[in-house]
Structures are given as C-alpha cells and as structure tokens.
Nanobody, 123 residues
C-alpha cells in the first residue's frame, strides 16, 4: 500500500521560511510527477508547484520567485522550500505523486495524496 506523509508545516511570521517534505513509501516501482497543492479555508485546492521525473518544474504565479520544489528520487521524497512567506500563503498543503505500483496482481499507475500539513503565516 502506498502512503505519502507530509511534514514541516507550522506557524511562521510574514517574511519567514518553511520547508515541507513529503515521503512516499510502499511498493513503488517508479514515480513520475510530484506536486504540492494547497487549500485555504473556503477556497478550492490549487496547484502550488510541480516537478516531473526529469526535473522540470512549474509554479503558480503567486509563488514564483519565492518557492522552490525539488525531489530526491532515491528517497522517493519531494520538498517545497517556501521563502518570503505571506499571510495569503496560509493553507493546508498537500503533496501528490503520480507513481507506478504493484498490487501483487497488476502493475498500474495511480495518483496518491498525502494527509496534508498546515501552514499558518501570521504575526
């Protein structure tokens, strides 16, 4: 069974930094794209950053120049470095991975989500 576990959220003052991590575990044959999403109260979930297996990245306009995404393929882990945080970055952050796994009978590609980690930017 595949699991994604996020860590690194918390309370930070405006202008501060946080680094989120998302570790994937279970039967993972390969990981294609990985991404970070966020959902603020009363709003829809939105893409924050995305990284392909080849390392190509893209970011939401609202975080460009402030956030970076990286991945450690050996550890099946994706990171989100968040700098110059603003109150509007406050949200629950979720990681997502499109990966290939083996059920024991079938090999298939699935999209998996972590449970989320809360980020609060406030003075």
């Amino acid at each position: 069974q595949v699991q994604l576990v996020e860590s690194g959220g918390g309370l930070v003052q405006p202008g501060g930094s946080l680094r989120l991590s998302c570790a994937s575990s279970g039967i993972i044959l390969s990981i294609n794209a990985m991404g970070w999403y966020r959902q603020a109260p009363g709003k829809e979930r939105e893409l924050v950053a995305h990284i392909t297996s080849g390392g190509r990245t893209n970011f939401a306009d609202s975080v460009k120049g402030r956030f970076t995404i990286s991945r450690d393929n050996d550890k099946n882990t994706v990171y989100l470095q968040m700098n110059s945080l603003k109150p509007e970055d406050t949200a629950d952050y979720y990681c997502n991975a499109d990966l290939v796994t083996n059920s024991g009978t079938y090999v298939y590609t699935g999209s998996y989500w972590g449970q989320g980690t809360q980020v609060t930017v406030s003075s």
